[in-house]
């Protein structure tokens, strides 16, 4: 194993919206049914955040519990690191709105946007910042409100997503706990398999833009699910290679839950039984860059992984963008 300096996952903290929306509840809303998305996707519920409360919200939630478990106040953050393809606003940032909710004054704040590979993709990012020397105490937050952005006339998307948020302390490793690997990639030529067309500066938000609802997402979605299949394994090999672990060192993989069916061949290809992997798409659809941050939660508080133990994450998202990372928590 290496012994380049590492930053470990001090703590993390998780907040569903109370919500909860059915698969049938949804078929009175679109011609869909439970048995067609739960059988396409193993989604039975998600939940679905309160008019009012944004993705700030929700991130302050996720963040002050994680500041708890690892001893934390506000005051004591350096960094905050939001991953959202929902900010509640477009300028500033989530970041700078969950610094202001949480207190937490003496850090620096920003965005950064990499989809559902979002909390992978934080944590390299954290580690970057940590083995520089910038900051000690770094607040991973990945916040989505999808229900804001989906188009809900279109059964074929807005059967999938679902609101919530996830959090990470991440701290300099001091023993041999800490990110063993990270690895992260993208290719903006297939952006447009799952994408929102307008209403940002190239084709501002107006009232054509509205009629049209380009500003919703749009996904080709068997696209998407060859390019997730491919992309999840890529990046499983080569997290695994990079730590210097194999498969059968792997306690637990934690997968982006998009799809129980993407899951199982990712699991499959990367030869990790189902009973080592957690699935939480059942109860929360697809959260964007949320799903893995609550899993992770989801998976400490209920004790199927705790310290020493050796994960495997791995996501994938628009962009497109996909990722991966060995972490020993
Ligand atoms: N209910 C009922 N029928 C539906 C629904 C629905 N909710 N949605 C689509 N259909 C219909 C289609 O209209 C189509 O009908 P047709 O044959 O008469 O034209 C039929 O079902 C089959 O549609 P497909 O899109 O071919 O179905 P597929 O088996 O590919 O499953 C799905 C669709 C579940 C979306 C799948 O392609 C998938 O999971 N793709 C990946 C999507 C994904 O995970 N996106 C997010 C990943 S990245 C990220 O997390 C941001």
Same mark, same amino acid.
């Given at each position: 194993?290496?012994?380049?300096?590492?930053?470990?996952?001090?703590?993390?903290?998780?907040?569903?919206?109370?919500?909860?929306?059915?698969?049938?509840?949804?078929?009175?809303?679109v011609?869909?049914?439970?048995?067609?998305?739960?059988?396409? *996707?193993?989604?039975?519920?998600r939940?679905?955040?309160?008019?009012?409360?944004?993705?700030?919200?929700?991130?302050?939630?996720?963040?002050?519990?994680?500041? &708890?478990?690892?001893?934390?106040?506000?005051? %004591?953050?350096?960094?905050?690191?939001?991953? *959202?393809?929902?900010p509640?606003?477009?300028?500033?940032? *989530?970041?700078? &709105?969950?610094?202001? @909710? @949480?207190?937490?004054?003496?850090?620096?704040?920003?965005?950064?946007?990499?989809?559902?590979?979002?909390?992978?993709?934080g944590?390299?990012?954290?580690?970057?910042?940590?083995?520089?020397?910038?900051?000690?105490?770094?607040?991973?937050?990945?916040?989505e409100?999808?229900?804001?952005?989906?188009?809900?006339?279109?059964?074929?998307?807005c059967?999938?997503?679902?609101?919530?948020?996830?959090?990470?302390?991440?701290?300099?490793? %001091? &023993?041999? #706990?800490?990110?063993?690997?990270?690895?992260?990639?993208?290719?903006g030529?297939?952006?447009?398999?799952?994408?929102r067309?307008s209403?940002?500066?190239?084709t501002?938000?107006?009232?054509?833009?509205?009629?049209?609802?380009?500003?919703?997402?749009?996904?080709?979605?068997?696209?998407?699910f060859?390019?997730?299949?491919?992309?999840?394994?890529?990046?499983? %090999?080569?997290?695994?290679? #990079?730590?210097?672990?194999?498969?059968?060192?792997? %306690? @637990?993989?934690?997968?982006?839950?998009?799809?129980?069916?993407?899951?199982?061949? *990712?699991?499959?290809?990367?030869?990790?039984p189902?009973?080592?992997?957690?699935?939480?798409?059942?109860?929360?659809?697809?959260?964007?860059?949320?799903?893995?941050?609550?899993? @992770?939660?989801?998976?400490?508080?209920?004790?199927?992984?705790?310290?020493?133990s050796?994960?495997?994450?791995?996501?994938?998202?628009?962009?497109?963008?996909?990722?991966?990372?060995?972490?020993?928590?």
């Amino acid at each position: 194993m290496s012994q380049r300096p590492r930053a470990a996952i001090a703590s993390t903290g998780r907040y569903s919206p109370a919500r909860v929306m059915t698969n049938a509840e949804l078929s009175e809303i679109v011609d869909t049914s439970d048995e067609w998305i739960y059988t396409r *996707t193993g989604i039975r519920e998600r939940r679905i955040a309160a008019d009012g409360e944004g993705a700030a919200d929700m991130a302050e939630r996720a963040s002050r519990r994680a500041l &708890d478990q690892a001893g934390l106040t506000p005051s %004591d953050v350096d960094l905050i690191l939001v991953s *959202t393809a929902t900010p509640d606003r477009l300028l500033p940032s *989530t970041a700078c &709105d969950l610094q202001a @909710l @949480l207190g937490a004054n003496d850090a620096g704040a920003y965005d950064f946007a990499t989809a559902c590979s979002g909390f992978v993709y934080g944590l390299a990012i954290a580690e970057g910042h940590i083995v520089a020397g910038h900051a000690r105490n770094v607040l991973v937050v990945a916040t989505e409100k999808m229900s804001a952005i989906v188009d809900w006339t279109d059964r074929a998307t807005c059967v999938l997503f679902g609101d919530g948020a996830g959090a990470a302390v991440i701290r300099p490793a %001091d &023993d041999e #706990r800490g990110i063993l690997s990270s690895y992260m990639k993208s290719d903006g030529r297939l952006a447009d398999l799952l994408y929102r067309p307008s209403g940002g500066a190239r084709t501002p938000f107006d009232v054509a833009v509205l009629g049209e609802r380009g500003h919703l997402v749009k996904m080709t979605g068997r696209e998407i699910f060859k390019s997730a299949v491919r992309s999840m394994c890529e990046a499983a %090999d080569a997290a695994l290679q #990079r730590a210097g672990v194999t498969a059968d060192e792997i %306690d @637990l993989l934690v997968p982006h839950q998009a799809n129980i069916r993407i899951i199982e061949a *990712t699991a499959r290809y990367a030869d990790i039984p189902m009973d080592k992997v957690y699935v939480n798409v059942d109860r929360f659809g697809n959260m964007s860059s949320a799903s893995i941050p609550v899993a @992770l939660d989801e998976v400490r508080e209920q004790g199927l992984a705790g310290p020493g133990s050796v994960i495997l994450m791995v996501a994938f998202g628009a962009g497109l963008t996909w990722a991966a990372s060995v972490v020993r928590l």
